[in-house]
Each structure stands twice: as C-alpha cells, then as structure tokens.
C-alpha cells in the first residue's frame, strides 16, 4: 500500500510514498480538521489517495478566481 499525492483538479499523480516509510504525523494530517481529512484522503485500491491542488491547477485558480465557483474548472 502506498500514499499517492494526486491533484483534486487534473487529477495528475504528483507523488507516491511508500507507506510503511512515512510517519502520518509528519505529513501532517493529525492537523486536518475532520470534514477536511475526509475531504482530502480516500483509500483506493488499497492505497492512501491525498487530493491536493498541482501547482499548475493553483496558479490558475489564482489567476482566475472565478474558477472557485465551479465544481470542476479543468476538463
């Protein structure tokens, strides 16, 4: 099982990290509020799934902020 780093936008990997390396509390996710661990970390085929933004995808939500508004702005 692995912790995969994947942009919640585009949906590009971004990063995998093998888990039993790792220490939860150093990615800091003991951090997360409830509602945004259960927003931002799914398990998927048995790995650890964290949905972050991709720097492309945040430059763009900063450059365009309108882009906040829609459910999905990238297709």
């Known amino acids: ?10 949906k590009a990997k ?13 990615l800091g996710w003991d951090r997360l509020s ?4 259960q927003e931002m970390v799914q ?3 048995g790995h650890i799934i964290c949905q972050v ?3 492309e995808c945040e430059n763009a939500l900063q450059q ?4 906040h508004e ?3 702005f990238m297709q």
């Open 14 to 26: 971004l990063a995998e990290l093998d888990e039993y390396k790792v220490d939860i509390k150093a």
């Open 64 to 67: 365009y902020p309108h882009y």
């Open 53 to 55: 933004a991709c720097e």
């Open 1 to 10: 099982m692995a912790i995969v780093y994947r942009c919640r936008h585009c």
């Open 43 to 45: 398990i998927d085929s």
């Open 34 to 37: 409830a509602a945004d661990y």
């Open 70 to 72: 829609l459910d999905h």
